[in-house]
């Protein structure tokens, strides 16, 4: 959507997000097992939007509305009904309109272009939350309840664990184009290694070699039941089953300026796309389609070309899926995002650095947090706010994509630097 109102990022909290893997993370093998616990839902919300509020220096009582993405508390969790859970993080939300916004992995990125969309009709000042909790259940269980995202009755069936299967499915089809496992492992390499420069990534701790994430072998198996898709996923290919939470301000002009702030402090959302694919069918595995139409019309909405964008946070739920979203945005033909990854230019020293903090597969996906974390990640890039993996130039156009399901719900942004 074009926006009649300019409308401004000033900031934002994310958690750590961790999981398995992670040196925080209380599992039986941890030292601190019986003695410590993990954070829960409700903890992730209070952080979250603490962090955010205390960022910004807003205070809880600016707060006109608010959002919070999230899939499935009510499964990993028992808990629903979460934008009651946002006001209980602060007095001063209090009989505040606040919205749970669900659309699987795109939870996080519906929920900010629900804020956004608010401030076109007159909101000064609103806040966006998201959060996720999935390490309650076995990898099993939680494989059946992420299926949920798919279209269950029919592809269920398809895998113990259905979503790797169905992009197993999209890493044999771009094979079958040439892309190699070793162009794939690329991908992962890049993310662990931006990961590992990131404090608050679930595989800050965890190194990736091209040898380990070209192949499956004892350290990195192919873990898939279906004989057919079994050699197109290896675990160095998937996103991390994280808990984590994120959050931020989004305001107007006439909210930035009541706040004491000058765009200058902010990141400006230029446009914001919102595309949904059909559910009941697939489509062809070697391209993201409606990712591409998404930002299509993100790009001629904002006046743009790919060409444009310095730095991309998108949705590498595994590493085939960040090659299909290059060629989704235009960064590579169909089948030749893979030459880009070889050559450096999606690295955080390259011309179009992609995931700089190590994206899904590094930083972790705790899902309902992605979409918002991918935001707060660009206003950092653009403020200098990214540390150990700072850009070296800081970009002026950044480009989010969050998306959810095999490519069904996709929200992508376009922000500029000011």
């Given at each position: 959507m074009s926006l009649a109102r300019r409308t401004f990022v000033i900031g934002g909290h994310i958690t750590p997000f961790i999981g398995k893997k992670h040196p925080d993370f209380i599992w039986k093998g941890h030292p601190d097992y019986g003695t410590v616990t993990n954070p829960t839902l409700e903890d992730y919300i209070q952080r979250a939007v603490d962090?955010?509020?205390?960022?910004?220096?807003?205070?809880?009582?600016?707060?006109?509305?608010?959002?919070?993405?999230?899939?499935?508390?009510?499964?990993?969790?028992?808990?629903g009904h979460l934008g009651a859970a946002v006001v209980g993080t602060h007095p001063d939300l209090l009989y505040k309109p606040v919205m749970r916004v669900e659309g699987a992995c795109a939870s996080g990125g519906l929920a900010f272009a629900s804020a956004v969309e608010s401030i076109q009709a007159g909101t000064n000042v609103a806040l966006v939350a998201g959060v996720e909790v999935q390490t309650t259940q076995s990898a099993r269980t939680g494989g059946d309840y992420l299926a949920r995202a798919s279209h269950y009755a029919r592809q269920r069936s398809i895998d113990d664990f259905t979503f790797?299967?169905?992009?197993?499915?999209?890493?044999?089809?771009?094979?079958?184009?040439?892309?190699?496992?070793?162009?794939?492992?690329?991908?992962?390499?890049?993310?662990?290694?931006?990961?590992?420069?990131?404090?608050?990534?679930?595989?800050?701790?965890?190194?990736?070699?091209?040898?380990?994430?070209?192949?499956?072998?004892?350290?990195?198996?192919?873990?898939?039941?279906?004989?057919?898709?079994?050699?197109?996923?290896?675990?160095?290919?998937?996103s991390q089953v994280s808990d984590g939470g994120a959050a931020l301000v989004v305001v107007s002009e006439e909210g930035l300026r009541a706040l004491g702030k000058t765009p200058s402090d902010a990141v400006e959302v230029?446009?914001?796309?919102?595309?949904?694919?059909?559910?009941?069918?697939?489509?062809?595995?070697?391209?993201?389609?409606?990712?591409?139409?998404?930002?299509?019309?993100?790009?001629?909405?904002?006046?743009?070309?790919?060409?444009?964008?310095?730095?991309?946070?998108?949705?590498?739920?595994?590493?085939?899926?960040?090659?299909?979203?290059?060629?989704a945005i235009g960064w590579g033909q169909?089948?030749?995002?893979?030459?880009?990854?070889?050559?450096?230019?999606?690295?955080?020293?390259?011309?179009?650095?992609?995931?700089?903090?190590?994206?899904?597969?590094?930083?972790?996906?705790p899902v309902g947090a992605t979409g918002v974390k991918q935001i707060v990640e660009i206003w950092r890039q653009m403020k200098g706010r990214c540390g150990d993996y700072q850009l070296p130039e800081v970009p002026a156009v950044g480009l989010t994509v969050n998306m959810g399901g095999d490519d069904k719900t996709v929200v992508a942004s376009v922000l500029r630097n000011h």
């Open positions: 962090g955010a509020l205390s960022a910004t220096g807003v205070p809880a009582s600016a707060i006109e509305k608010a959002w919070v993405g999230n899939f499935v508390g009510e499964l990993f969790s028992n808990q790797p299967a169905l992009f197993a499915r999209r890493a044999k089809a771009v094979q079958e184009l040439g892309v190699t496992e070793e162009d794939i492992g690329r991908v992962s390499v890049k993310a662990y290694a931006n990961a590992n420069r990131n404090p608050l990534a679930h595989m800050k701790a965890v190194s990736m070699d091209l040898q380990t994430a070209s192949a499956a072998g004892d350290t990195n198996p192919a873990f898939l039941s279906n004989e057919e898709l079994a050699p197109y996923m290896k675990v160095s290919d998937c230029v446009s914001v796309s919102h595309a949904t694919g059909n559910l009941w069918e697939d489509t062809d595995p070697t391209r993201l389609l409606v990712t591409a139409h998404a930002v299509g019309k993100l790009f001629a909405d904002a006046g743009i070309t790919a060409d444009d964008v310095d730095v991309a946070e998108v949705h590498d739920c595994f590493t085939v899926t960040e090659l299909l979203m290059m060629e169909r089948g030749q995002a893979a030459a880009w990854v070889r050559e450096g230019r999606t690295d955080i020293g390259g011309d179009k650095p992609i995931n700089t903090g190590g994206g899904l597969v590094g930083f972790g996906h």
